[in-house]
């Protein structure tokens, strides 16, 4: 029987892992830390109720799974602007916002992890995981213990407390959903392509100078940027170019840094100037989608917060 002292050691270096399942299942880092840590404190709450009837490892997931069921019940499932809304037929400043709790929001990379391997890291991509948050989720459990960590039904049903055959039955239902289901965003990702960073760095470039028509044509002819928690979003090169218009005066001065999203995916975080001070205060994180040479789409996931999450300085000098 495994001593409580080895037990605690052991779900430590199972965090990173167990925090990158609880993200795909919630779609928020807030939301997978608080399950992580309310897991840990149930796991040593609960450490004489523990026979070894399953594993360790299957123990605390199913743990961590049902903390995670439970807050799916009382919440609404979170999305990206692309999926619920078409895209601003006119250009205005963009006003109407939903809560937090409303959005899938990225995560850091889950650094020094060897189970992100290179064919799970697409389950990172946000595409994605705005794709999980339509299955029940029951069946996005299953789902994410099988298809991303490649646990056996065996395993999924002593974690899960269900039959083999219910785990398999789930499993068939939540890859259906997932063939079926017609989000605008995973038409807007860029699948198969590595990341070019040669665009990466001239879109940095040309917005920290603000030259919209230089960043209007890095841009696919029908290109687009949404901006959560707005619900707004744009679509192709004119409008675009009318919306940093529109938004010059907030965006003229901004500084970005190279940051790093879960899966190992570059975005930028964008610093914009304080009317108030001389320093640049946290905006917004971009993830840039990028097909054949040009911008697909970009997702500036506007959240201050985020900046503590990655790491990243608060505020940064002129």
Not at 179 to 187: G, K, N
Not at 230 to 243: A, I, K, Y
Not at 287 to 301: C, R, S
């Amino acid at each position: 029987m495994i001593e409580l002292a080895s037990a605690l050691r052991m779900l430590e270096d199972m965090k990173p892992e167990l925090t990158s399942s609880c993200y795909r299942m919630l779609g928020s880092m807030d939301d997978a830390d608080d399950a992580v840590q309310e897991t840990s404190i149930r796991v040593w709450q609960r450490w004489d109720t523990f026979r070894g009837e399953s594993s360790f490892k299957s123990w605390v997931y199913r743990i961590a799974t049902n903390l995670c069921l439970d807050k799916l019940r009382q919440s609404k499932r979170r999305v990206l602007p692309v999926d619920v809304y078409d895209p601003a037929v006119s250009i205005a400043e963009p006003r109407d916002t939903l809560p937090e709790t409303s959005w899938v929001w990225p995560a850091p990379e889950f650094a020094d992890q060897p189970e992100e391997t290179a064919i799970r890291r697409d389950t990172l991509q946000l595409c994605f995981i705005a794709l999980l948050q339509t299955l029940p989720p029951r069946q996005r459990a299953v789902l994410i213990l099988k298809d991303v960590f490649e646990w056996s039904a065996k395993e999924i049903a002593d974690a899960l407390d269900m039959s083999a055959a219910a785990v398999n039955s789930a499993l068939q239902r939540a890859r259906g959903t997932m063939e079926q289901a017609q989000l605008r965003s995973h038409t807007f990702s860029a699948e198969a392509s590595a990341p070019d960073r040669e665009l990466l760095s001239r879109y940095m470039e040309a917005f920290e100078r603000f030259d919209i028509d230089a960043l209007v044509s890095l841009f696919h002819e029908e290109g687009s940027m949404s901006m959560p928690p707005f619900t707004m979003w744009v679509q192709g090169r004119d409008h675009l170019s009318r919306f940093f218009a529109l938004t010059r005066r907030h965006c003229e001065g901004s500084r970005f840094i190279p940051v790093t999203i879960g899966g190992g995916y570059p975005a930028l975080a964008q610093y914009v100037p304080d009317r108030d001070s001389s320093l640049l205060v946290p905006w917004g994180i971009h993830v840039i989608e990028m097909k054949d040479g040009k911008i697909l789409h970009i997702q500036n996931f506007i959240n201050r917060n985020l900046f503590a999450r990655f790491g990243l300085p608060d505020p940064l000098d002129r």
